[in-house]
């Protein structure tokens, strides 16, 4: 006998978010629309939800921001279906990726999640949104956003395809391999730059930009140099770097309190940086939502859990 597996639309399992509305401020006209992109994952739907929730509770216009989503799963109308049962009132948009795309480009990183070809989609996500789409703000699912994205989304690129926090004190060269820093053909790519780290799962990104220099293709390029040899270690991280770090434009760190789910191998806990914070990013292995659930949280995750919609949340947490 075969059981079939319930899917997303058949059983809601979260709870619906209250409707946000436009404040006086925000433009009737529709001139001020905030497009987001996020991707649509089974494994982190319980995060993607709780960044949407923030999003619409922290922006003066929510009714403005249209989010764009990319899947790579079979049931891609169920997930849809879910996040449309908590947020009816939401303007989304679901696109199917088609992991093939990049599957063979994937080399093998330090852990598994990071080598999903989902994980690849934000490298094509200029050549999936729609024409009319001149500019997207990024966002990865382990995300609250406690300020309004609309500063954020409109930051000044001054000419470059990027904006995103930028991290000149962290050690670069932790980044890629000795065969990289060893090879000057190939570290000669950041000769006449000054690389800095910047983290992939918060970018504001010019589209029309990025389609007219063929970044698509560059970024592809790296990711063919790795599969011959191994000259980094992240994921789809170290593409990015390598064709854009020093030639982005920087935005606060409070956009982007990142390494919150701690260190890639075991997750462990991690405090606040100093500073005003817009952002909170759970980057790394642990995730707040299973910590929570484990009863094994660190102090930061109380932080997410205000987000949290799954239906299983303590009564504390289900109170608005």
Partial sequence: MMIRQPSFSSIQIFREAPAFLNGAECAADGSGIVDIAMTLDANYLRGTMAAVLSILQHTACPESVVFHFLTAEADDRGLAAALRASFPFLDLRVYRFDPSRVRDRISRSVRQELDQPLNYARVYLADTLPAGVRRVTYLDSDVVVVDDIRALASVDLAGHVLAAPEYCHANFSNYFTDAFWSHLALNGTFRGRRPCYFNTGVMVMDVVKWRAGGYTRRVEEWMAVQKRRRIYHLGSLPPFLLVFAGHIRAVDHRWNQHGLGGDNVEGR??????????????????????????????????????????????PVIEEW
């Fill in 269 to 314: 806990c991690r405090g606040l940086h100093p500073g005003p914070i817009s952002l909170l990013h759970w980057s790394g292995k642990g995730k707040p939502w299973l910590r929570l659930d484990a009863r094994r949280p660190c102090s930061v995750d109380y932080l997410w859990a205000p987000y949290d919609l799954y239906r299983h949340s303590s």
